[in-house]
């Protein structure tokens, strides 16, 4: 037996050779047919391997060796729901095998599950390092101790500086503790190291997609995978960060082929649908939702993803289905206020109003249990940006930025119909449709950095001490961070992110020239639209009415004060002027940007770009006109809303004076 163990490592055909004369003196000797599973499986015979693991596991249940080898095997055989269970396995009969872990980890990452593949990863750490040092800071890791962990890692490497392994797991404790710059420059400590430390480079490239570096981050884990092609994490990784860069065709060739090793996982049908959404592939989009629930009936997100479709409606069997599940007391919140959104657009479609209205309250109640938005905070950022923005701030700098004309910027509320106005521009030949770029928000982001402050409004004042020439250079760095997301040679392309209008001041600095849209809906029907709108991230203050029109007051505020500050700069379109009279409209939007009128912007609809939004079906139709009406519906339970909103709401279109 050791020698034939020595064999697998140098040579795994003259270890079957031995195996086999063991087993023909001594049949069904457990360690020799593991040893043989194991060989198979080397030589690239998995299914050989499968056979003899199957029938050994039934006689030895308990032995973790067999099960680990189980998972290893059915990953080969491109099985990863059954890897997973196998895995789970080996590390519950064994709870300090490193190797069960990692490759544990791997297939949790690979199916969007990250906190428990942290874990995983935690807990190979634990048991891999033999130092005790570093065995207390990966334990601290795993009980999420990270003041602990950083502690000892900190004094570990004032002793060993270039001891890789816990340079990458202080960076992680980075992460977690929220310090990315931190983070980054320890996993690039690590890969100046160790270049083919693939554990790192995979962390750097998480990292750097966390963080909306998407270019980068693709580099990184393509060069991942050119090393190891058929890692589950690499691919999975791989996938999300094509979603993101709006290479949709690769992310789905992806997905695809992971969802034929965990046909079994929820989470990955769902991640495979988003992108087939976005895509406009909508009956295979439903069908990959579907399927998602059929694996998972509890699953929630599932189901909002459907009712997100805007256009799609449920059965009368969904409906009893999501009724059956939110009547469960030990469904988790997440899951619950997931159903309850999805609910509201399942009544609000049969007109019963009331039912609808009860179940969006119910679904914003859960998910502000949650959260902490402070409405007044907001609106002290506001006053503070209509300080530092003055005419005059405007005026000592107007020669700041870059001279280039490409971005054009829609702004506003969310749901206040900027994915129409991006889709009726993306229709002309000359512009090119993007989608919500994060770049802005991540330079102010930057900025605050620079002031050591978490407040939103500071980094106006980190403005305040650029040079022209430092203006500049932050203009042409936009411009390089958002060329990933163009796919063609068109002139002009369109960031639509609506929050960008706490940002105009930095927009108006850097790009001087960029066109800067405001779409702007009816106080009720863009509040209300919030309202009933469950976003993945972001967007905190739209889940009480009264702080969603407090926000909607402080939007109007701003906006104001940049038409004073900047007069001309900003073009707002009204949605309901849109809807009315789209001809007019688009020809008014073409002429401040300075585009000549094309006929194919009032057939946006048939423009086949990806959407990524949650309009993306309705502006796949023609004008959508129900959107100016909705909330009428809903009326008799807006009151918060009117109250709050005052004179807003009584002067729209009109704004106060400020």
Not at 604 to 631: D, L, M
Request: aromatic letters at 8%; hydrophobic letters at 40%.
């Amino acid at each position: 037996m050791k020698h034939a163990s020595q064999l697998l490592e140098a040579d795994p055909v003259l270890a079957v050779e031995q195996l086999q004369a063991i087993l023909e003196a001594i049949p069904n000797h457990g360690p020799a047919l593991l040893l043989l599973a194991i060989a198979r499986r080397r030589l690239g015979q998995p299914q050989a391997a499968l056979e003899i693991l199957v029938p050994l596991i039934e006689v030895q249940k308990n032995v973790s060796a067999a099960h680990f080898e189980l998972g290893l095997t059915q990953a080969a055989l491109g099985r990863g729901d059954q890897a997973i269970l196998a895995l789970r396995r080996a590390v519950k009969l064994n709870p300090k095998h490193p190797l069960a872990w990692r490759h544990l980890a791997d297939h949790l990452m690979a199916i969007g599950d990250t906190q428990a593949g942290d874990e995983a990863y935690a807990h190979h750490i634990h048991c891999s390092t033999q130092n005790p040092r570093l065995q207390r800071a990966a334990a601290a890791m795993v009980k999420n101790d990270m003041a602990t962990a950083e502690r000892l890692l900190k004094t570990h490497l004032s002793e060993t500086p270039t001891d890789v392994p816990a340079i990458r797991m202080l960076g992680e404790v980075a992460v977690r503790c929220g310090q990315n710059n931190d983070a980054e420059n320890l996993f690039l400590r690590c890969l100046q190291l160790a270049p083919s430390f693939a554990s790192a480079r995979y962390s750097y490239a998480v990292l750097l997609h966390r963080r909306n570096n998407s270019a980068e981050a693709l580099v990184e884990v393509e060069r991942l995978l050119l090393d190891d092609p058929n890692s589950p994490s690499h691919r999975n990784l791989c996938a999300v960060v094509l979603s993101r860069i709006g290479e949709y065709d690769r992310s789905i060739q992806f997905y695809a082929r992971l969802l034929d090793e965990y046909p079994g996982n929820a989470k990955v049908w769902l991640s495979y649908g988003h992108v087939l959404k976005t895509a406009g592939q909508q009956q295979t989009c439903i069908d990959a939702y579907r399927q998602s629930i059929n694996i998972n009936p509890s699953f929630g997100e599932a189901y909002w993803s459907l009712a997100n479709l805007k256009t799609f409606r449920f059965t009368e069997n969904d409906l009893e289905a999501m009724h059956q599940q939110v009547s469960n007391t030990e469904l988790d919140n997440e899951n619950r206020l997931h159903f309850h959104f999805a609910m509201g657009k399942a009544f609000e479609d049969t007109k019963d109003h009331a039912q609808a209205f009860e179940h969006y309250k119910k679904g914003n109640e859960t998910y502000s249990e949650e959260i902490n938005y402070n409405a007044d905070l907001n609106h002290k950022r506001i006053q503070s940006l209509k300080k530092q923005f003055t005419p005059d701030f405007f005026a000592a700098r107007t020669d700041s930025g870059t001279d280039k004309h490409d971005p054009i910027f829609i702004v506003g509320m969310p749901r206040s119909g900027s994915t129409l106005l991006e889709q009726i521009l993306s229709s002309h030949s000359a512009v090119e449709g993007t989608t919500e770029l994060p770049d802005i928000i991540s330079m102010a982001k930057v900025l605050r950095e620079e002031a050591g402050s978490g407040e939103i409004a500071v980094f106006a004042e980190v403005l305040a001490s650029k040079s022209s020439e430092e203006l500049r250079q932050m203009g042409e760095h936009y411009l390089e961070t958002t060329r990933v997301h163009r796919k063609t040679d068109s002139p002009f392309f369109i960031d639509k992110m609506p929050n960008n209008f706490l940002y105009i001041g930095l927009i108006h600095l850097i790009l001087p020239n960029a066109k800067i849209i405001d779409a702007r809906r009816h106080p009720l029907g863009c509040c209300f639209s919030n309202f009933k709108q469950y976003y993945a991230r972001g967007q905190s203050f739209s889940y009480a009415l009264s702080d969603m029109a407090r926000f909607y007051r402080d939007y109007v505020e701003l906006m104001a004060h940049f038409d004073e500050a900047l007069p001309g700069r900003i073009h707002r379109v009204h949605y309901e002027n849109t809807v009315a009279d789209i001809e007019s409209e688009v020809r008014r939007m073409l002429d401040y940007c300075g585009l000549p009128f094309e006929p194919g912007c009032l057939k946006f609809f048939e423009n086949a770009r990806p959407v990524r939004t949650a309009s993306s079906e309705q502006v796949r139709q023609p004008i959508y006109r129900e959107g100016t009406e909705q909330w009428l519906n809903f009326e008799a339970w807006l009151d918060p809303l009117k109250i709050e909103l005052g004179d807003v709401l009584e002067l729209y279109p009109e704004v106060p004076n400020y």
